[in-house]
DNA sequence: TTGTAAGCGTTATCAT
DNA sequence: ATGATAACGCTTACAA
C-alpha cells in the first residue's frame, strides 16, 4: 500500500480512500492510484483490514456432516445468499463429533467471523457460552440446543409425520419399525415423537442410529431380527436410510414385498429404485436462504423471528399394502 | 490482552509467550496468566495474530461444486487430513462458474490463506497468475489447468477406461453413446479421449454436459433421439450419470434390456438399482487425502510430485449383452 | 525471566 | 481534497 502511494505520489489514506469508493477523492488522482494498483498489482490485505474495521465479511456455517447431501445443499443455498450479500461463508465440518464442533466454533470465533451458523450435532450447549460471551451473531439451523436464545430455522415434520403415520395405517401396517436419530439431537426426538403421537396408541419398535449410513444399516438389521417383525421401517434421515437399504439387499428381502420402507429427506435417486422411496421431503434451499437471512437481519440489529418451513410426505409406494389374508 | 496482562500483574509480551508455549516463562507467572485468561475468558485475536506472523494455519479450498457428492468426499477428506496437521480449512464453492472461481480465489488470497487447494472449474488459466503472484502454495486437485507448474493431484482413469471399453465390446456393443464432461475441463477432455482410444476405431457418438444433473438428461434425450440409437450410453460423471438415468426413465427405456448404462464415479446408491450400475470408481478420500499432504509439503519448502491414484473398473451388469440376433 | 517498544497493513481522526 | 498520525491486537528483538 505505501508502494502504491508512493507510485502514485500521494498518501497511503488517500489511496485507501479510493479503495473504500470514498468521495472526497478528486477523479484525477483516482485514476492515478487506480493505475498505480494494476500496474504493482496490488491486493489489500484483508486481515489488517479487519483488525482495523472489526468486520470480516464472512459467516461461519457449522455443518454436522458435510457428504450428508442434505448438509450439502443446506451449505450450498447459505452460501448463495451470503454471496448475494457480499458476504463469503467459511464452511467447517463438524462429522456429527461434538468435539470437533466446539473446536470449530472456537476456531471460527477467533477468526472473527462476522456471523455464525450452525447445525448442531448434539443438544449439548456448551459451546454456547463461548459464542454469547463474544457476542457474535448465531443462528441455528435444522437442529435446536437446549436453551438457546438465537434464531432458528428448521423444517415442521409434524403434518408429514401424521400424513406417514395415516399412510401406513391404511396400508394395513400394524407393526413399524423406527429408524430413529440420536435421541441427543432435537431433530432426532422430535421426529420419533412427533411420528409416535401420530400413530396414536400403536406401538413402534424403535433403534436409535446416529444420522449415518452404517447405523442405519444396523438398526435395519436389529429390527428385522426381531421375533416379531416389523412390516414397514421408516428411517428418520436420508443416511440412515440408505444403510437400511442395504441392509435389506444384503438380507435378500424385498421392498415393498417382504416389508415397506419410508425415508425422512428425499434424494434425487429415491425415485429411481423399484420401487421408488416414500419420502418426507425437506425445503433445503428455502433453509439454507432463510438462515442466511436471518444472520443478515441479526447483523443489521434486528431481531428476525423463527422460521419454521414445511416438510411434506411424498407418496411413491415403498410402503406397499399389508396382505390381510 | 491487555487486560489480562494487568490481571495477572504481567505485560503483554508475557501473555503472548504463555500463549506461544515459550520456555521462558516461569511455572508461577505461567499459572498466574492461565488463570487469569481462564478468569476473563479471553481468546486470542487470530487477525491479529496472523497479521504479524504472516501465517493463517488455514488452506483455502476451492471446489467446483459441493452437491455433487464427489467433491463433498474430497472436501471432507481434505479437512481430515489438515486438521491432523493444525490447520483449518476454508471451503469455497465455485459452482462449476469460472468467475465465481476466480471472485473466490481472490477472496481467499487476501484473507492470507497459508495454500490453496483448487478443482478448477475450467482449462481457464487467468486467476493463476494472481496466485503466482502472491506466492501462496497452490496444489491442483481433480483436474488440471493449462500451463499451471504446481504440484495435481488426480486419479488415472486411462487403465478403467480401457477396461469400460473391452466390457462393452465383448458384451456387442458396436454404437456408444458417450455423455461428455465439458471440453473446457481436463477430466472432460481426458475421460473421452482415453475412452476413444481404448475403442479403437469404433466410432462414438458424443454429447457434451457440465457434470452436472441437468445436464445428463439432456444429453441422453438428444442420444436416444438419434435415427441409430447407441445400445449403451457411457455417462461421464455421476450427476450427469442421474440425470441419464432419469431420462431414461421418463422415455420408459429400460436398463439393460432397451439401453446400457455405464458411469464414471461411483456412488453408494449405484448398487442398489436395478440392475446395479456399473461405474467406474475414484479414490477420493484418497485424492483429498493426498492433496492436503502435497500442499503440506510445498509450504514446508518441499517438491512433492504429481501424484496419480488409479480409477478402477467395477462391473455390475447394467451394460448389458447385446442380442445378436 | 521479564518488560519496552516497534511493527504487521489497514482505516479514521484531525489538521491543513 | 489530502496528509500526518494514532490505533486495531498481536509478536518479537532488544534491553534490563
Known amino acids: 500500500m505505501k508502494d502504491v502511494a508512493h507510485h502514485a505520489g500521494v498518501s497511503t489514506a488517500t489511496v485507501s480512500r479510493v479503495l473504500n469508493g470514498h468521495a472526497t477523492p478528486t477523479p484525477e488522482t483516482r485514476a492515478r492510484v487506480l493505475a498505480a494498483i494494476e500496474e504493482l498489482g496490488y491486493r489489500p490485505n484483508a486481515l489488517a483490514r479487519s483488525l482495523r474495521t472489526t468486520s470480516t465479511k464472512t459467516f461461519g456455517l457449522l455443518i454436522s456432516d458435510l457428504v450428508n447431501p442434505f448438509f450439502a445443499e443446506i451449505a450450498r443455498a447459505v452460501e448463495e445468499e451470503a454471496r448475494a450479500h457480499g458476504y463469503c461463508v467459511v464452511l467447517a465440518n463438524a462429522d456429527e463429533s461434538a468435539e470437533q464442533q466446539a473446536t470449530y466454533v472456537r476456531a471460527l470465533l477467533d477468526r472473527r467471523v462476522d456471523g455464525l451458523l450452525v447445525c448442531p450435532a448434539t443438544d449439548d450447549p456448551s459451546w454456547l457460552d463461548e459464542v454469547i460471551a463474544s ?15 438465537c434464531p432458528v430455522v428448521r423444517a415442521d415434520g409434524a403434518q408429514a409425520l401424521a ?7 391404511r396400508a394395513g401396517h400394524r407393526r413399524i419399525g423406527v429408524i430413529a436419530g440420536p435421541a441427543d439431537t432435537s431433530t432426532g426426538r422430535e421426529r420419533l415423537e412427533q411420528f409416535s403421537a401420530a400413530l396414536g396408541g400403536l406401538a413402534v419398535d424403535v433403534v436409535h442410529g ?40 444384503r438380507l435378500g428381502l424385498v421392498v415393498p414385498a417382504d416389508v415397506g420402507l419410508a425415508v425422512y429427506d428425499d434424494q434425487p435417486w429415491f425415485p429411481l429404485l423399484d420401487p421408488p422411496i ?5 425445503p433445503t434451499v428455502e433453509m439454507g436462504h432463510a438462515a442466511a437471512r436471518s ?8 431481531q428476525p423471528s423463527d422460521v419454521q418451513l414445511n416438510a411434506r410426505l411424498i407418496e411413491r409406494g415403498s410402503c406397499g399394502e399389508v396382505d390381510r389374508g
Chains 1, 2 share one sequence.
Open 135 to 149: 457476542d457474535v451473531p448465531l443462528v441455528l439451523l435444522d437442529r435446536t440446543v437446549q436453551g438457546a436464545t
Open 163 to 169: 400424513d406417514l403415520a395415516q399412510c401406513l395405517i
Open 210 to 249: 446416529d444420522f449415518r449410513r452404517a447405523s442405519g444399516a444396523r438398526a435395519a438389521a436389529e429390527l428385522m431380527d426381531l421375533p416379531e417383525r416389523p412390516s414397514v421401517l421408516v428411517a428418520m434421515d436420508n443416511l440412515m436410510g440408505l444403510g437400511a437399504l442395504e441392509e435389506l439387499r
Open 278 to 282: 416414500t419420502v418426507i421431503a425437506q
Open 295 to 302: 444472520l443478515l437481519a441479526l447483523i443489521a440489529g434486528e
